[in-house]
Structures are given as C-alpha cells and as structure tokens.
C-alpha cells in the first residue's frame, strides 16, 4: 500500500505539473463555460427544466471527452518507455499491478478536476432559479450525473493506458486512443438512435455512452450499466496489467 500511495502521489504530481495538463484544463473549462451559457440561453428561451438539467454533462461536454481523454492519457507508459524509465521501475520490488493502478488513479483525479467548474455551475443556476419555481437544478440528477460522468470517464482512461502501453510515442498513443474511442461511441450511438432493427438498436443503447451520459442526467441510475463499466474497466486494466508484465520479462 506504502508503494502504491507513492507511486499515486506521484502521478497527480506529473498530471498537473505536465503542460499539456494546462492547455486540457484551459479547453475543458473554456468549453463547459460556454455549455453553462448556451444552457442559461436555453432557459431564457424557455427551454424545460428536465432536458435543459441533460445540457449539463452532454451535447459538446460528451463529444470532448473523446479528445481530452486520450491527451490525459497517452503519456502515461509511452514517456516512461521512451525515456528508458520503465524498465528501471520493473526491476525494482514494485509489481505491475501496483504500476498500473497507481497511472490509473493519477489520471482519474485530474479527470475528476476538470469537472469542478460544474459545481460552480450548479450554484449559479440555483441562486438564479426564482424561489416559487420547482427546485432547478435537480441535485438527485447531478448526483447521478456526476456518477456517469466518472464511470464513462474511467472506461475512456482506461482505454487510453492500455492503448500508451502498447507503443513508446506518445502521439501514437494519442491518436490511436482517440480512434479506438472515437469508433466505440459513434457506432454504439448509431445502432442506439438510427438502427432500424429492434435488437440492433437496443443493443446499441444498452452500450452506448452517450446513452448511458442521457440516463445518468436524468437521475437514472441503472445497476446493469453500473456493472458494465466497472467491469469493462477492470477489464481492460488487466489487459494493461499483462502487456506492462510482458515488459518485465
């Protein structure tokens, strides 16, 4: 635990400290001020309550995801082997389960920062809600918002550690995150929204992101989609697991 705690600090340490760190942070937030205001435009307009609440972790937030991301991502194990340090860490008592939970943790908590502005957000609005109006924002909502914005988001990093696992450039890691990513979401929101066979489109709805981001908005937590990402992230952890031990020998 001692190993792990310090292998932990350490990656929040490099996360922030990194530049590329500075330039997601200024895109992300920039881009979540300007869904806030195209939320409070909504309802000037007199946009409902319960679609305008799905404005808060969807529409152009949902789509980032796919961009920001990898860029968290792809340096965690291609500059470690482009520097030569990986090898350094794997000859040492440290296992690479350790390794690769620590990454994994580091990346989650800058993942969780960038989403510090919507609570801010969720201040304003209800400081702005006139006091005999229904209770906006919906806070069981958030909640459950905020819940699918970090299941999604750990399926995503954990798919952009396996993918810079596999390769020592980190623009190779980068983009090929991106696309594995990229064609997960479209495919999946396709069969979810366009499929005209019945099984196709329930499929598609039952794996789709954008979907599950919709549900969580809402306030609707669904246990089967608590299960698929939590295991499909342990999932793919493991396969990083194995590929980091591959290196070991």
């Known amino acids: 635990m001692r ?55 969807g529409g152009l937030i949902g ?24 090898e350094s860490l794997l000859t040492t008592p440290l296992t690479s389960l350790e390794l690769v939970l620590a990454k994994f943790a580091g990346s989650l908590v800058f993942y969780a920062v960038l989403w510090l502005p919507v609570v801010a957000y969720t201040v304003i609005q209800q400081n ?25 988001g750990g399926l995503y990093i954990s798919i952009g550690l396996l993918m810079s696992s596999l390769t020592s450039n980190q623009i190779v890691a980068a983009i090929s995150g991106f696309a594995l990513l990229a064609v997960l979401f479209f495919s999946m929101m396709f069969l979810a929204y366009t499929s005209p066979d019945p099984l196709l489109r329930a499929a ?3 794996f789709s992101s954008y979907a599950h981001l919709l549900d969580f908005s809402r306030g609707i ?29």
């Open 204 to 206: 598609g709805q039952y």
């Open 63 to 86: 789509f980032s995801l796919l961009v920001i991301v990898p860029l968290i991502t792809m340096r965690l194990f291609a500059e470690e082997r482009k520097l030569g340090t990986l």
């Open 221 to 249: 937590v669904n246990g089967w989609s608590v299960v698929l990402y939590l295991s499909t992230t342990a999932w793919v952890l493991f396969a990083s697991v194995r590929v980091v031990e591959s290196k070991r020998t």
């Open 128 to 152: 702005l809600s006139p006091v005999e109006a229904m209770q906006f924002p919906d806070f069981g909502a958030l909640r459950a918002g905020f819940l699918g914005v970090m299941l999604v």
């Open 3 to 57: 190993t792990f705690l310090s292998l932990f600090k350490k990656e929040v340490q490099t996360c922030f400290l990194s530049p590329i760190a500075f330039v997601v942070l200024f895109f992300f937030w920039v881009l979540s001020g300007l869904n806030f205001w195209w939320l409070l435009v909504q309802l000037a307009d007199g946009e409902p309550l319960t679609r305008a609440t799905q404005q808060i972790f």
